[in-house]
């Protein structure tokens, strides 16, 4: 079996090969605290918060079709969490995880009214509740607003590095893993009906609203858990650091460069963009935003599917030039979300 | 005692319906009834108020006033997921097929969304499986849909409608730009559905078609009701010739 047949299989194959793949790929990943010292470990630990971000941001943005441009306020509130209940509270880190993904899935489930707006509205709708949130945290006594407590929260770090590495590795496997189920299962066909026509989705019995919203608190736990795990790590915590508006632009970025839509774009584009990042810092430091911003410029015009797409269309192509008739694929969009049956 | 009555209990009953858009009447006072297994035509001009009376029947449109009522129970107001769960499913007028799915998935959707009590007598899976059977498409199950003729996405759109396992199927222009053969494949599928009990308003504009298939025909234009009756009688009223059919289709009948 060549790359190329393999690659469609994993594609279009069973969910336990899916998952079994994400399982190879932890292991080989696992392997790297062997070969690498501390910078590259902790530059690790941030691709993989940035990938389980995008990921996450990937089932309702991508996935649905619904860009939320605030999620960032769930990695802020799971990094509040964390940072009330460790130093506040003195509960343990795996605690202080669960209560940050509940937290940002109850606000999720706040939200549910805003799915009535579509598009534009819907995004600057999710903009506008990130920024209430925002001046929320500065300004309650409980986080340590402004008023009548020092700002921000610091840490001890509750592990060491090789530890946080594994956490996060760890979560990025559960992250992703859940989402290749997810979007295998009952919501995954609704995600995609409700993306390409919610009016006929709804026609065919789809509870749009339901679907949305349980899609919703999914992509909204997830970073809350890692905004949690991440507390400890970062030892600070202020609204500053982790309700910054670039928090929710890098996980849009991640996820429409890699590819939008796709279990692997986040991945992908999580991988890319931070090695760009890393070339482009230590080479050309003055022009590094400039690199940086003509790339993804470049990738989004040139395949508005992002990496997974140009990879994908690769595959297509060799598939069909094996075969005597060409199996035309659908267009503009990386099929990926919805199963098919042999 | 009382005796039966001689026509059992409307399936679907619409009683004075509208719908006004802003200053724009759509639908004024429209009124019919569906009975169960009955095939009705409902004909106009373009702009007659057909599809605003579809829309607002499947739970896109809220009525402006007037009531519909779907097996005895009044759905004005209800969400189209929740009629389509009580069993009153439409087509679209532009074929309306998810894209990137296959015909497999794209019929497979809709048996998944099935209400409990259905989904408890027939896995989801055997439900697509006889829609497919049923619409001739086992072959090209695993085809993306869109790459289909039009003929054949016609028929995963009466599939994707069987698998909701509806009691009314509301057609709109489901022969629109077919050709004939297609045309004949098409209008043989609904006259199996109605063998299966299912009754069907078909909104169409080939007129041979309509007075073909149907039992009953409801006229409308200018968003009221102007006729209803058997087709060979709606097809010979001069008011019915005068706004829509046209003098030279009374004399071809």
């Known amino acids: 079996m060549n790359f190329v047949s393999m690659a469609y299989a994993i594609r279009t194959g069973p969910v336990r090969n899916q998952l079994l793949c994400l399982a190879v790929f932890l292991l080989v990943v696992a392997l790297c605290p062997l070969v690498m010292n501390d910078y590259w470990l902790r530059l690790m630990v941030f691709v993989f918060v940035n990938i389980g971000l995008a990921s996450s941001w990937n089932l309702i943005g991508g996935f649905g079709g619904y860009a939320s441009f605030g999620h960032g306020v769930f990695f802020g509130v799971g990094a509040f969490a964390g940072a009330v209940g460790m130093v506040r509270f003195g509960l343990p880190l795996p605690a202080v995880m669960v209560i940050g993904g509940a937290l940002s899935a109850a606000l999720a489930a706040l939200f549910v009214p805003v799915f009535r707006q579509k598009g534009l509205y819907f995004a600057l709708s999710t903009l506008a509740v990130m920024l209430v949130f925002e001046t929320v945290l500065q300004r309650w006594t409980f986080t340590r607003g402004l008023r009548s407590y020092d700002l921000g929260w610091t840490l001890a770090p509750s592990l060491p590095l090789e530890g946080f590495f594994y956490l996060f590795l760890g979560l990025l496997g559960l992250i992703v893993g859940s989402i290749i189920v997810v979007v295998r299962s009952k919501i995954g066909y609704a995600l995609h009906a409700i993306r390409k026509d919610e009016v006929l989705a709804s026609s065919i019995g789809v509870r749009t609203t339901k679907y949305k919203a349980i899609t919703f608190m999914i992509s909204a736990a997830w970073p809350g858990v890692l905004g949690a795990a991440f507390a400890p790590f970062l030892a600070y915590v202020s609204v500053q650091s982790v309700f910054d508006v670039s928090i929710t632009l890098n996980m849009i970025l991640i996820t429409i460069f890699g590819g939008a839509g796709t279990v692997i774009g986040p991945i992908v584009g999580g991988i890319a963009l931070s090695i760009i990042d890393q070339i482009a810092w230590g080479n050309f430091l003055e022009y590094h935003r400039l690199i940086y911003g003509a790339l993804i410029v470049a990738i989004t015009t040139l395949h508005p599917g992002g990496l997974a797409s140009v990879f994908w269309g690769w595959v297509e192509r060799r598939r069909s030039a094996a075969k005597p008739v060409p199996r035309p694929s659908a267009p503009g969009h990386p099929p990926t979300s919805a199963p098919r049956r042999a | ?253």
């Open chain 2, 1 to 253: 005692m009382a005796t039966a009555s001689p026509l059992p209990a409307p399936l679907l009953r619409v009683e004075n319906l509208s719908k006004v858009f802003g200053g724009v009447t759509a639908l004024n006072g429209v009124g019919f009834d569906v009975h169960p297994g009955e095939v009705v035509g409902l004909i106009g001009p373009n702009g007659a108020g057909k599809t605003t009376l579809f829309n607002v029947i499947s739970g896109l449109l809220p009525p402006s006033g007037g009531t519909i009522a779907f097996c005895g129970r009044s759905i004005g107001g209800l969400r189209p997921d929740e009629i389509c769960a009580l069993g009153a499913v439409r087509t679209f007028q532009s074929a309306s097929l998810l894209s990137g799915m296959t015909v497999w998935d794209n019929v497979h959707v809709a048996s998944l969304f099935r209400p409990a009590e259905r989904a408890r007598v027939e896995s989801a899976a055997a439900c697509t499986r006889r829609a497919l059977a049923f619409c001739g498409l086992e072959d090209c199950r695993d085809e993306i849909a869109e790459t289909l003729s039009i003929g054949d996405q016609k028929r995963v759109e009466i599939a994707r409608a069987m698998a909701t396992g509806p009691k009314l199927l509301m057609t709109d222009e489901i022969l629109a730009g077919l050709n004939a053969a297609d045309s004949e494949g098409i209008l043989h599928m609904l006259q199996g559905l109605k063998r299966e009990g299912i009754s069907i308003i078909f909104v169409e504009h080939d007129v041979r078609s309509v007075m073909r298939l149907s039992d009953r025909v409801v006229v409308i234009a200018q968003g009221r009701k102007l006729a209803e009756g058997e087709p060979d009688a709606v097809a010979r009223m001069p008011e019915v010739i005068s706004v829509y059919l046209g003098g030279r289709y009374a004399q071809g009948v």
